[in-house]
């Protein structure tokens, strides 16, 4: 499953991902794992907020089928300054979490969010997080969340979306909101973040791709490596992509070049980790291909399909001036 973590700054994404990865058992036993380990840039630490959206992946255990099911997510920033960056991250994904602080509701951000990912019909899953806090409304939120999703139109099959109440802090999540009250006061222990995954797996669809088709990849993020320079993040679509083949390489411009993939990596938790070959529905970077752009497509050589180029909002610069 591929989804989106998506909030206004400070509802707790980045502590939610960290318990995810705790309770999937990503971390050794005596491993030194640091606070909000998503944020990795330094400004992020500093600062202690996320600037740049980033994926890792987890292996979630289903216990009602006993299958394992692999989750790729991605923690975007929530600060609009940095919008472009959650709207090319819905590209990769098949459905969002909108996590929204059961005290302060929901915020401009949440709207800004929730606009794009309702145009691209993606399933959204409402996660009340820090329903600890001694001032948590957690009803009239999740009032303002209904408000907010009939103010942006949305159909009446989004409307019906799964309610999660969670801490992500103390990595618990259920259903039942006498039972999260039960919780909090401390009636009841022993509960983890297993009603979250069950939430996401059923509501969040698989990836879809056509059987036997030719590849179809498509760049929606970049990022750099010291040793193997530009990486292009892409999220295959259709047919599988391999290691040393050469791919045909669709670009902004209309023309069509030829590439050849140097190196390809899966995120594994939060290492990038050396693969042969990716099949659909894989978040993956490439390295070797030096001047490749956000938008474009990495095709097959035989029947080169491109994809449509990402568009993101053109910025736009507001100003009062007065005395």
Not at 44 to 60: D, F, H, M, P, Q
Not at 225 to 233: I, K, N, V
Not at 245 to 255: H, I, L, P, Y
Request: hydrophobic share 45%; aromatic share 4%; proline share 5%.
């Amino acid at each position: 499953r591929n989804l989106a973590i998506v909030a206004h700054v400070d509802h707790g994404k980045t502590t939610l991902v960290d318990s995810m990865l705790h309770q999937s058992g990503a971390f050794r036993a005596n491993e030194d794992v640091a606070e909000r380990v998503m944020d990795s840039g330094d400004l992020e630490r500093e600062k202690g907020i996320t600037i740049l959206a980033k994926n890792t992946s987890l292996v979630w255990r289903d216990k009602r089928t006993d299958t394992d099911v692999t989750l790729n997510i991605v923690d975007t920033p929530g600060h609009a300054d940095f919008g472009g960056e959650v709207e090319r991250a819905l590209t990769m994904v098949d459905g969002i979490v909108l996590l929204v602080d059961a005290a302060e509701g929901p915020l401009p951000q949440t709207r800004f969010v929730l606009r794009k990912a309702l145009a691209r019909h993606l399933p959204v899953i409402l996660a009340v997080n820090k329903i600890d806090r001694p001032d948590a409304r957690v009803e009239e939120v999740v009032d303002e969340v209904y408000e907010l999703f009939l103010d942006l139109d949305a159909e009446d099959h989004h409307i019906e979306f799964p309610i999660v109440y969670c801490s992500g802090r103390d990595g618990w999540a259920t259903q039942n909101l006498d039972e999260a009250k039960a919780i909090v006061a401390g009636e009841v222990s022993g509960r983890d973040l297993t009603t979250l995954g069950e939430v996401l797996l059923d509501s969040i669809p698989a990836p879809t791709y056509t059987e036997g088709a030719p590849l179809q990849a498509w760049v929606t993020n970049l990022d750099a490596s010291p040793y193997l320079g530009r990486l292009a993040l892409l999220r295959v679509m259709e047919g599988s992509i391999k290691k040393g083949e050469s791919v045909a390489w669709c670009k902004r411009d209309g023309t069509i070049a030829r590439a050849r993939i140097a190196e390809l990596f899966l995120t594994e938790h939060l290492t990038r980790v050396p693969v042969d070959s990716a099949r659909q529905g894989d978040l993956v970077a490439v390295a070797g291909i030096e001047d490749i752009y956000i938008g474009e497509t990495l095709a097959d050589p035989e029947n080169p399909i491109a994809l449509p180029v990402i568009e993101v909002d053109e910025p736009a610069l507001s100003m009062t001036i007065g005395i």
